[in-house]
Nanobody
């Protein structure tokens, strides 16, 4: 089992920046792939970015060049740096992990954090 705890959300003005943090604990052999998802009010959950060991990353087009995902395996921590924020980035952001390679499908991620709210005005 893997426990994930997010932090770092908040309210910012458009153009601002935030850094989200996800602290992982438990059996981290089950966290080969780690990802950030988000869900805006009234919209479906979508993957924002993912990262595998070896640092291979993926970003959805709408955040490419603005968001940066990284992981510090020594600290068991996943990060998402959000820059040049737009109102459409407003959502609850979730950290997720799965044992195997990364996927765009949320249903394939077994472990989830409780979420952290990002609001851009």
């Amino acid at each position: 089992h893997v426990q994930l705890v997010e932090s770092g959300g908040g309210s910012v003005q458009a153009g601002g920046s935030l850094r989200l943090t996800c602290a992982a604990s438990g059996n981290l052999d089950n966290a080969k792939c780690m990802a950030w998802f988000r869900q805006a009010q009234g919209k479906e959950l979508e993957v924002v970015a993912s990262i595998q060991p070896g640092r291979m990353t993926y970003y959805i087009d709408s955040v490419q060049g603005r968001f940066t995902i990284s992981r510090d395996d020594g600290k068991n921590t996943l990060y998402l740096h959000l820059a040049s924020l737009k109102p459409e980035d407003t959502a609850m952001y979730y950290c997720a992990a799965r044992r195997n390679g990364c996927s765009l499908q949320s249903a394939l991620f077994a472990f989830w954090g409780q979420g952290t709210q990002v609001t851009v005005s």
